[in-house]
């Protein structure tokens, strides 16, 4: 099973921003990839989602207008830009990825996930 492999979380102050990224550690097939995050007592929330081929994205409103999800083709990597952080921010963040282009939005769907890297946004 491929893992994918996350890095770039840490603590901030409010205003700040961070840059994650992800890699798989081997080939595979999806054509969405994203995040979700999960903060303390919450369930899993969608962050963003990329499709890897065209570049269509889709953001939670809650984060519209300050994150940015990226590929890069060369490197196979997922970059997600997270811009005016806040407390709210705070959260585990999860590079997911999907075979198919349906039911994006939807943590079920995602057949594959990371670990989680840590944000912590302080005021």
């Known amino acids: 099973q491929v893992q994918l492999i996350e890095s770039g979380g840490g603590l901030v102050q409010v205003g700040e921003s961070l840059r994650l990224s992800c890699v798989p550690s081997?080939?595979?097939?999806?054509?969405?990839w994203g995040w979700f995050r999960q903060a303390p007592g919450k369930e899993r929330e969608f962050v963003a989602d990329i499709s890897w081929g065209g570049g269509s994205v889709d953001y939670a409103g809650s984060v519209k207008g300050r994150f940015t999800v990226s590929r890069d083709h060369a490197k196979n990597t997922l970059y997600l830009q997270m811009d005016n952080l806040q407390p709210d921010d705070t959260a585990i963040y999860y590079c997911v990825a999907k075979e198919v282009i349906v039911g994006r939005g939807y943590p079920e769907r995602y057949q594959y996930w990371g670990q989680g890297t840590q944000v912590t946004v302080s005021s």
């Open positions: 081997g080939a595979f097939s999806a054509v969405i």
